[in-house]
């Protein structure tokens, strides 16, 4: 019997050929896509991968048998046996000829437009442009619009390619920049001619392939040839983005992402991008400072180690070690060898916790960021995630756009750019109720104590996440931060046992993973960091920490600081810190040393030194290996870097089963803590730009309707709030956003450092 033929084809891809070489790609993709994969280079300017496509540039137009004329590659399907050439000479001048029109109207500002060098529209037409202009009219111009702080504009360079547009549409899901009149009158900008607010509104430089949309700022300041790349991470957030720090003569001059397709995809945050104008700011610590009575002076770093070394030495065992969460795995391991060596167990990085009953420590997701997208049923508590992780909410757009059910439980009812299937927005202290609820619906058993709060869309979230196919629950800063953050962790857990979802705790902090698992965490008998500040100890180790604003309770950090004896290790020397220190050693920040930290799947990633350390400071490692080793502790032997990476044994902390005590009921209105996104730490704070934002609002008091009208205040007016402790004096704003009963203001402002995160308020005063 002869052989049969038998079809090699896989039944979702078709074979094609372009430029006579045979290929096969998946059904209903672009032949663009196909070209790509296949590295046949065609031209194109709308065309974006991860942008929907639009084909109204025409300048990837390619030849396709039997086709009467070219056709754009990135809109026209592949098909079984399409045979594509890109070279012929009705492809080639298709291509020249829009070329011609796009240059049309584009003016001569190679010279000193800032993409120079980088300009996709400057590279095409190098082999696609004339040499010589036959247009001989008046150009058109078109006047800029002001965007914010954030992003520059010469609109009169636009050449209407939309990827700016179908980037604020369908990946930010903000809808902010469209297209204005029509034909030679078309503009690209905003209707209303207000700044951009999303979040990612820095990717639309990126997308940008002519000059048009710049970053202001890092506008002429350098040429992209003078500048040397450096692999990086954010550290403002546990996603851990990858990006290159672009720096010149060792200062980082901008910051723009690294595809990491499991990470931050080629997205990143305005946070990441923007926040190392931070780095130069007039008050880094560049020198050792020593206190002598009520004044400063310069020392070496010999005698600074010395007097740091003695204050650790006579406090022992009495020592707190407060580290702020996002210093690297490097440093966390020698502070907890330093602790260790000293004999004292009081060692912590969960400066924003209230509730340690549970002794809780960060967590990988148990579904990874990645696979976010792809969620039927998402439960949000105690989470704003557009601010707290702006690329994780990014996914969760997405996901949405697919037709997932999101449900949210807040104190605010945040805004989202997804559909919110169900919500239920009450104040702090009924949160874990109204999660509760949600958890009896689904069957679930609920720990002793947890309340059970029946409402309205209860049983649809339990059916939602029991009938998704790939369900997660998201605790946000807002659980994790919670005054009885331990029963919300426990009945999390529960409804995801009765469930089958899964529970995604967002680390409250860069490298909050990262630290628990190197042993930056309590020892033995030692206390916690709301213990430390509340039982004040005798001395004090504050690693990369402004006490007045990365503490739960800034004022009483500042009055158990004040009578102790400090060592700061700290990038700034702010005023405030020069009030309680003793000693203040000179660190680098993460863009300027080497680092690991361990973002929130878990994963371990490194950075590269970006920028060159100010005057005299040191990587944080080497600070810590030179007092280590001055004090004959154990484990500093080392030499360099590699040396004491060899010696790091992470291990993940065992998970406790506490819980707080109930809360007594108590008169007030209750406090909504919630951190901003552009103050979330000392670099952020100093940023010029984003503080120029308008997502950065200032310390304010918001209040729902009814409650302002309660008290005789109204939108715009000041109010005197006290907790019985610390007093504030803010302006009211009011939105039927925030649950009745509560008061929503945001930490990290000097202004409402005196009142306590998880206060019951009085308004005293008008």
């Known amino acids: 019997m002869s052989a049969q033929p038998t079809n090699t084809t896989a039944p979702d891809v078709v074979n094609i050929e372009i430029d006579g070489k045979a290929l096969q790609a998946p059904k209903g993709s672009m032949i663009i896509q196909a070209a790509d994969k296949a590295g046949i280079a065609i031209p194109r300017f709308c065309y974006h991968e991860k942008l929907p496509i639009a084909a109204n540039c025409r300048m990837c137009l390619v030849d396709v048998e039997k086709m009467p004329k070219p056709a754009p590659a990135c809109a026209t399907p592949v098909m079984e046996g399409m045979k594509v050439t890109t070279q012929t000479k009705r492809a080639l001048d298709a291509q020249r000829n829009v070329m011609e029109f796009l240059l049309i109207n584009h003016p001569l500002d190679c010279p000193i437009c800032d993409q120079g060098g980088e300009c996709e529209l400057q590279d095409v037409s190098m082999g696609y442009g004339r040499s010589v202009s036959r247009y001989v009219d008046r150009k058109r ?40 009149n029509r034909g030679e009158r078309l503009q690209i900008g905003t209707y209303d001619g207000k700044p951009l607010m999303t979040e990612l509104s820095g990717n639309v430089i990126d997308v940008c392939p002519v000059g048009a949309l710049t970053n202001k700022v890092f506008r002429f300041r350098a040429r992209a040839w003078e500048l040397v790349a450096r692999e990086s991470v954010g550290y403002h957030d546990a996603l851990g983005s990858n990006l290159f720090l672009h720096a010149r003569r060792g200062d980082v001059l901008r910051t723009v992402p690294r595809d990491n397709e499991a990470v931050n995809e080629c997205w990143l945050s305005d946070r990441d991008r923007y926040s190392h104008q931070g780095l130069q700011a007039a008050d880094r610590a560049t020198r050792p400072l020593v206190r002598e009575g009520d004044a400063w002076r310069e020392a070496s770093w010999d005698e600074a180690l010395a007097l740091a070394g003695k204050l650790l030495k006579d406090a022992g065992e009495s020592l707190g070690v407060l580290a702020h969460p996002a210093t690297s795995n490097e440093e966390g391991a020698l502070l907890a060898a330093l602790a260790r060596g000293l004999g004292t167990g009081n060692v912590d990085h969960r400066l924003r916790a209230i509730d340690f009953a549970d002794a809780a420590f960060a967590e990988p997701f148990e579904l990874p960021a990645a696979e976010l997208e792809n969620a039927d049923a998402v439960l949000l508590v105690g989470c704003n995630l557009r601010h707290e992780v ?234 810590l290996r030179a007092l280590g080793g001055q004090l004959g502790l154990p484990g500093f032997a080392f030499t360099d870097l590699a040396g004491l990476r060899a010696g790091l044994q992470p291990q993940a902390p065992a998970a406790g089963t506490g819980l707080a005590v109930a809360p007594k009921a108590e008169p007030g209105l209750e406090r909504i803590d919630s951190t901003p996104i552009y103050r979330g730490d000392a670099v952020l704070r100093r940023s010029a730009a984003l503080n120029a934002h308008p997502l950065t609002v200032g310390a304010r008091l918001v209040l729902h309707p009814e409650d302002a009208l309660a008290r005789g205040l109204s939108e715009g007016g000041m109010a005197k709030l006290g907790d019985g402790h610390g007093n504030a004096v803010l302006p009211v704003a009011i939105s039927a956003r925030v649950a009745k009963g509560a008061a929503w203001i945001e930490n990290s402002y000097e202004a409402t450092a005196p009142i306590a995160p998880s206060a019951r308020l009085a308004v005293v005063g008008a």
């Open 141 to 180: 111009v078109v006047p800029d619009e002001d965007l914010g702080s954030l992003v520059a504009t010469d609109m009169t360079r636009c050449i209407q390619c939309t990827r700016c547009i179908r980037f604020t549409a369908d990946v930010a899901g903000t809808f902010e920049l469209g297209g204005m």
């Open 390 to 623: 702006p690329l994780l909410h990014q996914r969760l757009h997405k996901a949405g756009k697919r037709g997932a059910k999101v449900f949210a439980i807040n104190p605010v009812d945040f805004e989202f750019t997804f559909p919110v299937a169900g919500k239920r927005v009450v104040a702090p202290s009924l949160l874990p109720g109204a999660l509760g609820a949600v958890a009896r619906a689904a069957g679930a058993t609920l720990p002793g104590g947890v309340p059970a709060e029946d409402f309205e869309t209860a049983k649809a979230m339990a059916d939602a996440l029991q009938k998704g196919g790939q369900a997660v629950i998201v605790l946000g800063e807002l659980a994790e931060n919670h005054p009885q953050a331990s029963w919300l962790r426990a009945t999390a857990r529960a409804l995801a046992g009765a469930t089958g979802a899964r529970v995604n705790r967002i680390p409250q902090g860069a490298n909050a993973l990262g630290l628990a698992r190197h042993g930056l965490r309590p020892q033995g008998q030692g206390k916690d960091a709301g213990a430390m500040l509340a039982q004040p100890l005798p001395a004090y180790l504050l690693y990369g920490v402004e006490p007045q604003y990365d503490f739960a309770h800034g004022a009483q950090a500042l009055k158990a600081l004040a009578g102790a004896r400090v060592v700061a290790f700290a990038a700034f020397a702010s005023e405030e810190l020069k009030k309680l220190a003793q000693v203040i050693l000179p660190i680098g920040l993460l863009p300027e040393i080497e680092a690991t930290l361990t973002n929130l799947d878990g994963t371990d990633q490194s950075t590269q030194a970006g920028a060159k350390l100010p005057g005299d400071a040191r990587a944080g490692w080497r600070v």
